[in-house]
């Protein structure tokens, strides 16, 4: 979430996020949506959130004499080259420093911040549904992938068992479970959002009624 003091126009930032992701080429990801406010059509962004699959790109590791290559992440590797340029900067979230991982990084882009959210085919339903929100509404997704013996546990789908340390109580204080009831067993790939609803109960909603 952004701690950004003022919000833009709508076209503003979408301009803004265009201009942002024209800094990359095909080759750094497989898949881009825009998400938060300005997917759903909010006339006042404060944000923007960018979801993404990256793709493994091969990088010369020896500075080219001898043409040796590592793969790595094209999206972060990109993201680093673009601050190092100075086209980009790291966002710093008050007192809590920078995020700069390989799934998540903020950063500042014509003083406007924007947040990448790197996920993989297997995950990008639930991580562009869940990035889009608004926060009430991805709690209500959660919540119905909970009722349906599932759980949103690392960024992905898990199928779940009855939680053996607390006997699937819920009300009970679980480390095992994070009080859930539900222990994760086996990842369910999850490409769209369509998808993602079913798993959740709930009738697949466009972005701007959410």
Same mark, same amino acid.
């Given at each position: $979430?952004? @701690?950004?003091?003022?919000? !833009?126009?709508?076209?503003?930032? %979408?301009?803004?996020?265009? @201009?942002? !992701? #024209? ?11 825009? &998400? +938060? ?9 404060? @944000? ?15 500075? +080219? ?9 094209? =999206?972060? /590797? /990109? ?11 790291? /966002?710093? %979230? +008050?007192?809590?420093? %920078? ?15 924007? *947040?990448?959210?790197?996920?993989? *085919?297997?995950?990008? &339903? ?17 919540? +119905?992938?909970?009722?349906? #013996? $599932?759980?949103? /546990? *690392?960024? =992905? ?10 006997? &699937? @109580? !819920? ?9 859930? &009831? ?13 998808? %993602? ?6 009738? =697949? ?6």
């Amino acid at each position: $979430m952004s @701690d950004a003091k003022f919000k !833009r126009p709508k076209e503003q930032a %979408y301009q803004d996020a265009c @201009d942002l !992701r #024209g800094l990359f080429r095909a080759e750094h990801f497989s898949q881009w949506e825009f &998400g +938060g406010s300005l997917r759903r059509g909010v006339s006042f962004v404060g @944000d923007v959130e960018h979801v993404v699959i990256a793709n493994s790109i091969e990088v010369n590791i020896d500075g +080219g004499l001898f043409g040796q290559t590592q793969a790595v992440n094209g =999206m972060c /590797h /990109h993201l680093d080259r673009l601050v190092a340029d100075k086209l980009l900067a790291k /966002h710093l %979230y +008050g007192t809590t420093g %920078y995020r700069w991982g390989e799934k998540y990084r903020g950063v500042d882009f014509r003083g406007f911040n924007h *947040e990448f959210f790197l996920c993989t *085919e297997t995950n990008w &339903g639930p991580t562009l549904a869940i990035r889009t929100g608004p926060a009430e509404f991805s709690q209500r997704l959660v919540v +119905g992938l909970l009722k349906n #013996g $599932m759980r949103q /546990h *690392e960024g =992905m789908v898990w199928r779940c068992d009855r939680c053996e340390v607390c006997s &699937g @109580d !819920r009300s009970t204080a679980c480390s095992d479970c994070n009080s859930t &009831g539900l222990t994760p067993r086996e990842v369910i790939p999850c490409s769209t959002e369509q998808s %993602y609803f079913e798993l959740c109960g709930i009738k =697949m909603i466009s972005p701007q009624a959410r």
